[in-house]
Structures are given as C-alpha cells and as structure tokens.
C-alpha cells in the first residue's frame, strides 16, 4: 500500500498481511502491517484497530473497501479509538502534532522507503 498524498505517509511502501477466513465474506479478513509504521490506531506488532476489521463486518463489506478504510485511516487518524491499542501515540497525536508528525516522516523514512525496501522482493498473501 503506498502512502497517501499529503500526509506524512507519503511516499512510503507499506506492506500488508491479508488473510481471508474461509467463512469470508461472513467474517472479515485478518489484515495487518509488516511494515513499521507510526499511527495511533496500529499497534507494534500491525495490528489495526478499525471498527470494519473487527465488530462492524458485514458480507456486504469486501476487501478492496477494507483496504480504502486502511488508507482513509493514514489520512485521519482516530487518537479516541475505543481500543487504545497505542496510547502513547495517541498523546503525541492530541498534544503535539507537529513532533507526532515529524516521528511518523522519520518512521517512514526508515521502515517504507529507500534501502529498507531493496530487500523486500515480494509481498505475501496468506489465504486459508
């Protein structure tokens, strides 16, 4: 997933896990980031605390909807997600947006540009 124009994502390679239940569409993929990323609403190890990820999947829901939310959510974090899966990020978000901004450039900088991505030749996708 490439960042979103006109946020601190940008031009940054994010790398996606997705994997489909076999009772999909009933139940949500499980998605996650490989690659590092600095957001209030992404947990150290990936995971996305997105309502549609979660409680609020429907059949009529699919992934190509679940992947614009993830996107939509690069460009307007929620530092009030009801599960504050990074609340210290959340802080800096609320309290001081410029350094919370500059931290989320460093991140991309180093963990979805440049020489951290020359090693990656391939994204996997794990269906089950």
């Not at 996305?48 to 974090?77: E, H, K, Q, R």
């Not at 991309?108 to 794990?126: C, D, N, S």
């Amino acid at each position: 997933m490439m960042g979103p124009p006109d946020t601190p994502y940008e031009g940054g390679v994010f790398l996606l896990d997705v994997n489909i239940p076999t009772d999909y569409p009933m139940c949500p993929p499980m998605v996650k980031f490989i690659t590092k990323i600095y957001h209030p609403n992404i947990d150290r190890n990936g995971f996305i605390c997105l309502d549609i990820l979660m409680d609020n999947w429907g059949p009529y829901l699919n992934i190509a909807g679940a992947l614009l939310s993830i996107v939509s959510f690069l460009t307007d974090p929620n530092p009030d997600c009801v599960i504050d899966v990074s609340p210290e990020i959340s802080r800096l978000y609320k309290d001081d947006y410029d350094r919370y901004e500059a931290t989320v450039r460093e991140w991309t900088r180093k963990y979805a540009m440049g020489e951290y991505l020359k090693g990656l030749t391939f994204l996997m996708f794990v269906f089950l």
